[in-house]
């Protein structure tokens, strides 16, 4: 096995039983990998088994058959606290509804997440606050989430998801609640720190305004992979 | 991470208010329950103890049998070297003579005349010696409604309320009518010298307080009482102690056939108390545990509710790294500081009433009229010690347990199952 991959999926297949002892074939014989600071995103329609591969990847799921190694860790084998540990230090997570913790400050909802791993106060102050200077927010520092806009709420999260600094970020259509303004603003901010981190960014997407920033993309249909297609190469070496 | 908790839990109102005050509640009437039946059984203990049964009471087999009917030809005899030798063997309590006797008291008119009658119960004590504390266990001092304690031969307390409807005065005359410890008539004057109330029904009836020297002479009792009484130097009922005490004694007369060989009997054994001490125990122990069953259903509710309503919170910190193991426990630790949270306010409130009733009381004396119990008049509440952390005891439980069973659901669940469930 080449570990350089960051991710590394082999005849990856997720089935879901749908009682009667029938299943549902979500994901069939996927084999993909990835690399360190690639910006790639699965397109496809709806139910075609995005979600599903980006949870297994996040080892909030694992593969009913195949083998899912993610920084070298086969997802299936972890056990609850181990998974949770990979989520912990090395996989951010941003979803389609900005989902911030409503009784916590902007500044602790984005504090909160080295607070799970046990950082120091200064040192976890610190890095929140330069997190949210990322997103371009620490004005709003001490705003509960109820009282920010859809879009500045998405990039809380995103420095939420970015303050501990993990190898992979996964994106389950980020921008699916944004306008067109705010959706170019996030994806100009997610492309930034892949630049300047390293990260690994993998997103779930129908959107156009999406898949013109990304350097790879991989079209899923009925749960396979039917293209995957490298498009920003000039832009990506750039 | 506490203080983070801890932050949520205040800010998020709908989240902690409810669980807070039904603990609150549950708290504060665990601690009240608790002080009232504590004030209220712990002075019917105390004043049996002082007023009748001692911590110990020694007497005769024969007068143990029939004691209601204040059998004074049952008496023990020879009581000084008695006394003489309980002081010896136990020397760090207090041992007292008394003499209880049944009779009537004639009050007379200016000429002589039967003015009125009434049967009254008679108590003879240890006034007039120096060393005895007497008249400080009863407290007749404060029980004193006018005049003075006896200081000499010949003088007697009436109970107040007996004075009042025969139209007594200090300094009067009355006349005691009975029978001596060997049948024959006695027939003694008194001078009045106060009248006391001492708030205890059985007392306040119809009681005549003499010293027992008098008593001894009128009654034909030379160097006799009816009983013994011993106090824990404590001043305070230890049942250990006391049946310690009871064991020893009673092993010398063992086996004696003499119906008049003395006997001793501990509180617990008399006038009921065994119950009344062991309901004590029970009861504050029934009543936490029934308010920790409905508090934890309730919680458990409320649990429900709020974690439903938290369903988005549990799934970002999943997708944070937590583990659900995690965030399960970090619920228990919320319902504990909910728990401690309530429990302060509920104790504090519970405190509160408990302080209320112990010094306004409840006046239950109406409810007493022919009472023969040893009853105070006015039902006290107390506050011990052990009111300050025992309402901790159901507000910590019904929380953590109320709690458990609702988290028990997230526990339980697939990540991924719970996740998706979650929609995030
Ligand atoms: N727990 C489950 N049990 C049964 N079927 C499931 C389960 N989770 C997902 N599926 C099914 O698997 C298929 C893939 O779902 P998935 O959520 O991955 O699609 P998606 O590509 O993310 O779609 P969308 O674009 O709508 O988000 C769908 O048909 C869905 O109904
Ligand atoms: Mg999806």
Redesign the pocket.
């Given at each position: 096995m080449d570990s350089e991959h960051i991710i590394q999926l082999e005849h990856v297949t997720k089935k879901?039983p749908?009682g009667d002892g029938r299943h549902?074939t979500?994901l069939k014989d996927i084999n993909l990998t990835f690399d360190k600071a690639e910006f790639a995103g699965l397109v496809?329609p709806?139910?075609?088994?995005?979600?599903?591969l980006l949870n297994i990847i996040g080892s909030l799921d694992s593969p009913t058959e195949g083998k899912a190694m993610v920084l070298g860790k086969n997802i299936a084998e972890l056990s609850h606290k181990e998974s949770a540990h990979l989520r912990n230090i090395h996989i951010g997570f941003i979803f389609q509804v900005y989902n911030l913790l409503p009784v916590y400050t902007v500044f602790e909802n984005v504090e909160f997440a080295l607070l799970l791993q046990n950082i120091g106060e200064s040192e976890r102050k610190k890095a929140a606050m330069e997190a949210l200077e990322w997103v371009g927010l620490q004005d709003l520092a001490d705003k509960k989430p109820d009282k920010i806009s859809g879009g500045e709420g998405q990039r809380v999260a995103i420095a939420r998801a970015i303050v501990k600094r993990p190898s992979i970020m996964l994106a389950d259509e980020p921008t699916a609640n944004l306008d067109a303004k705010n959706a170019h603003q996030i994806m100009k901010i997610l492309k930034g720190l892949n630049k300047e981190l390293d990260t690994t960014f993998l997103f779930?997407t129908?959107d156009e305004k999406v898949m013109q920033y990304l350097d790879r993309t991989i079209s899923l249909r009925d749960g396979k992979v039917e293209k995957d297609k490298t498009t920003n190469e000039s832009n990506k070496l750039s | 991470m506490i203080r983070f908790l801890l932050k949520g839990i205040l800010r998020d109102k709908s989240r902690s208010l409810l669980p807070i005050i039904v603990v609150s509640l549950g708290v504060a009437l665990t601690v009240f329950y608790s002080g009232f039946l504590e004030g209220v059984m712990g002075d019917i203990i105390r004043q049996n103890a002082r007023f009748e049964t001692g911590h110990v009471k020694v007497i005769t087999k024969a007068y143990g049998k029939n004691k209601d009917q204040l059998p004074i030809d049952l008496a023990l005899l020879d009581v000084n070297s008695l006394v003489q030798s309980l002081e010896n063997q136990f020397s760090d309590m207090d041992w007292v003579k008394r003499i209880r006797f049944g009779g009537l008291i004639d009050v007379p008119d200016e000429n002589g005349e039967t003015k009125g009658q009434r049967p009254a119960t008679g108590l003879a004590l240890e006034l007039f010696s120096e060393q005895s504390k007497e008249a400080e266990r009863l407290d007749i001092q404060n029980a004193l409604v006018s005049g003075s304690i006896p200081d000499e031969s010949g003088e007697a307390l009436v109970s107040y309320e007996f004075a009042d409807k025969m139209d007594v005065q200090i300094g009067d005359e009355i006349t005691y009518f009975g029978s001596t410890m060997y049948g024959s008539m006695a027939l003694t004057n008194f001078t009045v010298s106060g009248t006391i109330r001492f708030g205890i029904a059985a007392m306040d009836q119809g009681a005549l307080i003499v010293d027992i020297s008098d008593a001894q002479k009128m009654l034909d009792m030379q160097d006799g009482s009816t009983e013994i009484l011993g106090f824990l130097s404590s001043g305070v009922y230890d049942n250990e102690v006391a049946t310690n005490v009871m064991e020893n004694f009673n092993a010398k007369y063992a086996d004696s056939s003499d119906e008049f060989a003395s006997v001793m009997v501990r509180l617990r054994d008399q006038n009921n108390l065994a119950g009344m001490l062991d309901y004590v125990d029970l009861a504050s122990g029934l009543f936490i545990g029934i308010f920790v069953l409905a508090m934890s259903v309730v919680l458990w509710n409320t649990g429900l509710i709020a974690g439903l309503r938290r369903y988005k919170e549990f799934g970002i910190r999943l997708a944070l790294g937590e583990a659900k193991g995690e965030i399960y426990r970090s619920m228990i630790y919320e319902a504990v500081l909910i728990g401690v949270i309530g429990s302060v306010f509920g104790t504090a409130i519970g405190l509160g009433l408990t302080y209320y009733m112990q010094t306004v009381g409840l006046d239950i004396g109406q409810f007493l009229d022919n009472a023969g119990v040893m009853m105070p008049i006015t039902m006290r509440a107390k506050i011990t010690p052990s009111l300050f952390y025992i309402g901790f005891i159901p507000g910590l439980l019904a929380m953590v347990f109320g709690n458990m069973l609702a988290g028990f659901g997230i526990y339980k669940r697939e990540t991924a199952t719970l996740f998706?469930e979650l929609e995030v």
């Open positions: 879901f749908v549902f979500a496809g709806s139910g075609s088994g995005k979600t599903t779930s129908h | 998706k």
